[in-house]
């Protein structure tokens, strides 16, 4: 990644035994424990945004596989789509 395009800084606090099992993977990996947040997060978004387009890409598949099955029941779609996106979540 760039350095010139990193313009903001975040402070984030870490117990102890977190920060040297970070400390451990990133030199495991021959990174920054920076770089290590930083590849962790953008995985963790890049999952949410892969999640929300595949549910996406289902529903459009079972509305043109099944074009006489009536209207789709968007509450039930509505929270089977949260329910999938969210399951990460603590």
């Keep these: 990644m760039c350095m010139a395009i990193l313009d ?36 963790r978004l890049n999952r949410r945004k892969v999640g929300k387009q595949e549910a996406l890409e289902r529903l459009f598949a079972r509305a043109d596989s099944h074009p006489d099955a009536g209207p789709i029941d ?12 969210t399951s990460d979540l603590p």
């Design 8 to 43: 903001r800084r975040v402070q984030v606090l870490f117990d102890p035994a977190i920060y040297a099992a970070l400390e451990v993977e990133a030199a495991a990996e021959r990174v920054s424990v920076a770089a290590l947040i930083r590849e962790s997060v953008n995985d």
């Design 74 to 85: 968007w509450e039930s779609e509505k929270r089977s789509f949260e329910r999938e996106t």
